[in-house]
């Protein structure tokens, strides 16, 4: 992530190889780390924390993939970019990924949480249906 908002910022096309070839090896270990975990379930048939502890292996595993196959994409934006981003852009990016992750703190002080992520959760669970939750009294 680092190498990857430092390609946005100098638009140096050389870091954006780096992450790109980065992504192709995190790719592989991935693969790898799935694979050791395939094989402790089927040899070991882990139960009770073994097995929290493998599922959660895999769970940070897809997750970490996840970040590199969107530093990648990032980095293929800016490789693909004629010329940087302006200084104000790059001040609105910033600026967004400062209160990444702030969501939740807007909708509670908007008053909206409940409702929100209530219709969230039951979209996700059940999509199509919408669910109405009503603020406490």
Known sequence: ?????????THDKAITEE???RELRINAIE????ASC?????????VAVDLRF????????????RIADLSEGAA????EMDSPFEKSTLEKIQLELAFEG???WD??????????????YTELNDPGCVCFCFPPL
């Open 38 to 46: 395939e094989q402790i379930f089927a040899l070991y048939k882990p």
């Open 19 to 21: 992450i790109i070839h």
């Open 31 to 34: 693969l790898q780390i799935d």
């Open 76 to 79: 293929r934006y800016v490789k």
């Open 107 to 120: 909708l509670v002080r908007w008053g909206l949480a409940d409702t929100e992520l209530c219709n969230a």
């Open 1 to 9: 992530l680092k190498l990857t908002y430092e390609a946005i910022l």
């Open 54 to 65: 493998v599922l959660s292996v895999i769970n940070i595993n897809s997750n970490l993939e």
């Open 102 to 104: 702030q969501r939740f």
